[in-house]
């Protein structure tokens, strides 16, 4: 990197949402807006869900528009949903949601991708045509599979894998994870509710998410696909590339956003086109 020139990224998103075909309402949230791509998949029955998801995602409002954010303004932010979402409405205990997603950031004025998660909505990387899960499920079963005492195939037809150990309110106050990655050309980032993960394998969104050209593109095609095979819950999938130029890590957002198994605490169709260069340094 030349002295004085700020490394850029170049980003293309796109995202969609469905409340499936079994669901009355979609209790998933999302922002897909540089620099924040995250999904919350709310829970607690009736509109408590529905409030709880929408609540979080909105206390990250004042980080959109940034060129970056570091970490304490994410867990700034985290700490007010906590408090946003535990403070809906006396007696509905349950109500709760999770998050999952990516915050862009920079480390020594290079791109970094700031993974963060809470329960069991997914972030996913694929890079040179490998899918890896990068966040890990805060659930009952992901439990069992630590302790090896279910395998990962066992545990997606366990009777308990819609039960979470960790949540953004239903009396939770425990700490999200945090991963710090350093963007890559050719990153494409998944981010999505458990409605996609429950419907599709791995290998299935890896052929999806290599298939299609554009985020956009991938975004609708797995809620598709998730719904052909069941859409048994509300389905959310967030996409974002990362596109480098010149080896200085360019940024061309092209933003696209779209917005009968229940999400447990352990206790207890729209779209949007957008683009804009935006610099870290």
């Not at 700490?79 to 999952?100: L, N, P, Q």
């Not at 419907?199 to 598709?224: I, M, W």
Request: proline fraction near 3%.
């Amino acid at each position: 990197m030349e002295k004085g020139k700020e490394p850029m990224i170049e980003l293309a998103w796109g995202a969609h949402t469905d409340r499936g075909r079994r669901r009355e309402l979609n209790e998933d949230s999302f922002v897909a807006e540089p620099p924040l791509f995250f999904v919350a998949d709310g829970m607690g029955g009736h509109t408590a869900g529905e409030r709880a998801s929408a609540t979080a995602i909105e206390a990250f409002s004042e980080l959109r528009g940034r060129s970056l954010v570091g970490l304490d303004d994410v867990e700034r932010a985290f700490a007010r949903a906590v408090r946003d979402v535990s403070g809906i409405g006396a007696g509905i205990d349950a109500a709760g949601t999770t998050i999952s997603g990516v915050a862009v950031t920079e480390q020594g004025g290079e791109a970094y991708w700031l993974v963060m998660n809470i329960g069991d909505s997914r972030t996913y990387r694929l890079a040179a045509g490998v899918l890896e899960q990068i966040s890990v499920d805060h659930s009952e079963v992901q439990e069992l599979v630590d302790k090896g005492e279910i395998s990962s195939a066992e545990a997606e037809r366990h009777p308990r894998r819609n039960v979470i150990t960790k949540a953004v309110g239903a009396g939770s106050y425990d700490e999200p994870d945090y991963w710090l990655i350093p963007v890559a050309q050719g990153d494409r980032i998944l981010v999505c509710s458990d409605g996609l993960s429950k419907e599709l394998d791995t290998a299935r969104l890896t052929q999806v998410l290599s298939e299609e050209e554009s985020a956009q593109a991938a975004a609708t095609r797995l809620v598709h696909e998730a719904l052909l095979h069941g859409g048994r819950d509300n389905i959310t999938v967030v996409v974002v590339d990362a596109i480098r130029d010149d080896g200085q890590g360019a940024l061309d957002d092209t933003q696209t956003h779209v917005l009968d198994e229940d999400t447990l605490p352990r206790d207890l169709s729209k779209e949007r086109t957008g683009d804009g260069p935006i610099q870290f340094g």
